[in-house]
């Protein structure tokens, strides 16, 4: 496609159970950001990858979250044991290296915890 | 702490009325500096990046931003607002320090048209 795409595009889950969302990024773009977004404040920076290696998950909160992207492209965003305080918006970005910090952003997941 | 500030949450604007937005960054260099839009139900979409150089950046859809060193601020303008600027507003810092490259974002400030 011609964006960054993420699915779902909302989930609902019940408290403690396990999430898994998903980040299509666009085409021969290497880098790739995920970032949360709270109601009523921006994004906040979680993870991001150059290529299949996490350069940087200083972002993640807590051991339940886990993000991977195996073959350099497709990444997945896992949490573990969901919290109420984990609902949010988890952004996508991805960006043509790291070095060309102009990154476009996908509509986003939203994440209800009940 | 690296942080970016935006003092307004919500601003409200007559159509054709002259907008600026407030950003203000901390930092202990100057980082790259950005705007990004969310308007409902999209993703957040780039209006400007200051990387260096002309203090005076321009950007898509008839949005400047001038970023001034002695203020630590990067304030967006426009002259004529449009109805269809209604939307959430962004900036973002990014510190090129030890290999980091994540945005650090302001809280947003939402804009309303009045037509």
């Known amino acids: 496609g011609a964006g960054v795409s993420q699915t779902p595009s909302n989930k609902v889950t019940e408290k403690g159970k396990y999430v898994e969302l998903r980040c299509d990024p666009i085409?021969?773009?290497?880098?790739l950001y995920w970032y949360r977004q709270s109601l009523g404040q921006g994004p906040e920076f979680l993870i991001y990858f150059q290529g299949t290696g996490a350069a940087d998950d200083s972002g993640l909160p807590n051991d339940r979250f886990f993000a991977v992207r195996p073959e350099g492209s497709v990444s997945t965003l896992k949490i573990q044991r969901t919290e109420r305080g984990d609902s949010a918006v988890y952004l996508c970005a991805s960006s043509l290296d790291v070095m060309n910090t102009e990154a476009f952003f996908g509509q986003g997941t939203r994440l209800t915890v009940v | 702490a690296q942080s970016v500030t935006q003092p307004d949450i919500h601003i409200t604007v007559s159509e054709g009325a002259s907008l600026e937005l407030r950003c203000n960054y901390s930092?202990?260099?100057?980082?790259?500096l950005f705007w990004y839009v969310q308007s409902p139900g999209q993703g957040l979409q780039l209006l400007l990046k200051y990387f260096s150089g002309d203090t005076l950046v321009q950007g898509i859809k008839g949005f400047e931003a001038e970023f001034k060193r002695s203020q630590s601020s990067f304030n967006l303008r426009k002259p004529s607002v449009h109805w269809s600027d209604a939307a959430e507003y962004f900036c973002a810092a990014e510190y090129d320090g030890a290999g980091s490259y994540q945005l650090t974002f302001g809280k947003g400030t939402k804009l309303s048209v009045i037509p």
């Open positions: 085409s021969g773009h290497t880098a």
């Open positions: 930092y202990g260099a100057t980082p790259y």
